[in-house]
């Protein structure tokens, strides 16, 4: 098994995690692990199907018709899915990971195909509010749950700015944004603007060297 980042301190501190399904990280093993150390901390679990990139984890992007998507995303929910029968869990939400979730937040025809794999398994979508995310679950009748990013920055349109080498993210500034999202639901984009993001959970990636300690300031913000 191959493994990085810090999953195992994570999972004492976070309410739901996203699980990488083996194309652009994670392997059966990895999988298998994951979903365990979930359950022995009440964790909820979610699909976070990538595009077949191991080299890129899953950060280039590719030209997909909506067919492929929603076979690369039912592939690897299905693979993921096998791993909560073991451990008699349920499959909690879908959420595309690096490059796919930017793909499907512009381009409501490839959107459609994942919310189309999500109705088929009666679980929400996690993404990003004011796009094709939020529109397409919506007109779908598919669950929509809006997150909130602290360790990726936003664009002046709302878009994340997703960088091929993560980097590590201020506690205090990741802290900083929550409190303002929750006083006046407000964030502030990378060129100082000011954008409207309501949000029903917070994201915090763990492939950053002090990921923990970013959770544990998210943690606090929100008083939890």
């Keep these: 098994m191959h493994s990085f980042g810090n999953d195992e301190a994570l999972m004492k501190l976070v309410d739901v995690a996203n699980v990488a399904c083996g194309f652009h990280s994670g392997d059966p093993d990895a999988m298998d692990t994951t979903v365990a150390l ?40 299905g693979a993921l899915v096998a791993f909560l029968h ?35 398994y009666g679980v929400p979508i996690f993404g990003l509010a004011g796009t094709a995310h939020e529109t397409v679950t919506e007109r779908e009748g598919v669950e929509f749950v809006s997150e909130l990013y602290v360790d990726l920055n936003y664009n002046a349109e709302g878009g994340l700015i997703i960088l091929r080498r993560p980097e590590n993210t201020d506690p205090a500034q990741a802290a900083t944004r929550v409190r303002r999202a929750l006083a006046d639901g407000t964030v502030l984009a990378n060129d ?33």
Excluded: W
Excluded at 39 to 47: D, F, N, T, Y
Excluded at 92 to 106: C, E, W, Y
Excluded at 207 to 223: F, H, I, M, W, Y
């Design 38 to 77: 979930a359950r022995q901390h009440g964790v909820l679990v979610g699909a976070h199907p990538g595009l077949p990139d191991l080299v890129g984890f899953g950060r280039r992007e590719m030209k997909l018709m909506p067919s492929e998507v929603e076979s690369i995303i039912r592939y690897q929910v």
């Design 86 to 120: 073991k451990y008699d869990m349920p499959l909690n939400h879908i959420k595309p990971h690096g490059s796919l979730f930017g793909m499907l937040s512009r381009d409501e025809s490839l959107m459609q195909a994942a919310a189309k794999v999500a109705k088929s």
């Design 192 to 224: 100082g603007t000011e954008l409207q993001i309501p949000f029903g959970s917070v994201c915090v990636h763990s492939d950053t060297s002090n990921s923990p300690a970013v959770a544990v300031a998210v943690r606090e913000a929100l008083g939890r």
